[in-house]
């Protein structure tokens, strides 16, 4: 089984801060926010296995239409990218109590233990699954001989 590295940029700084400014304007917690000012970031939940030849990845993105998916395939690094867009309904003429519903951008970046064969690597998208299968990359085992001068 290979080793799998996760990408997650700024989350922790961002955590305490946000919520204290929040708080200190006594503005209400967005969405993205729990109960007690913490951030509840837009995620992705991922899994990833592997055979001989292929790695197979599933990324939960509910919500998201296909148009809205960027993957991004470099050597061994694959980056996923979403953008979710949830229409809001006008609002003035009613009084939101509670809103959960958010629209945003979520990103995963993770590199495999061996290169992708990016030519074959195919994606599909159904009932808010995004699964990609990411070929091996051939590696040959003949090497490079040195001539030595």
């Not at 000012?37 to 592997?50: H, N």
């Not at 239409?65 to 996923?80: A, G, L, P, T, W």
């Not at 009084?95 to 979520?106: L, T």
Request: charged letters at 30%.
């Amino acid at each position: 089984m290979s080793n799998l590295s996760l990408y997650d940029p700024l989350y922790s700084r961002l955590n305490s801060r946000l919520s204290r400014i929040f708080n200190h304007l006594g503005l209400s917690n967005p969405a993205f926010f729990d109960d007690e000012g913490s951030i509840q970031p837009l995620t992705m939940k991922l899994d990833v296995s592997e055979d001989d030849s292929n790695y197979v990845v599933h990324a939960d993105l509910p919500g998201v239409r296909k148009e809205d998916i960027h993957v991004s395939i470099d050597k061994n690094q694959v980056s996923i990218s979403a953008e979710i867009k949830n229409e809001r309904e006008d609002t003035k003429e009613k009084n939101v109590i509670h809103s959960e519903r958010y629209q945003g951008k979520v990103f995963r970046s993770f590199a495999l233990a061996s290169d992708v064969d990016e030519a074959r690597a195919e994606a599909k998208f159904s009932d808010g699954v995004l699964e990609l299968t990411l070929p091996k990359q051939a590696t040959s085992s003949t090497g490079k001989q040195l001539t030595i001068q």
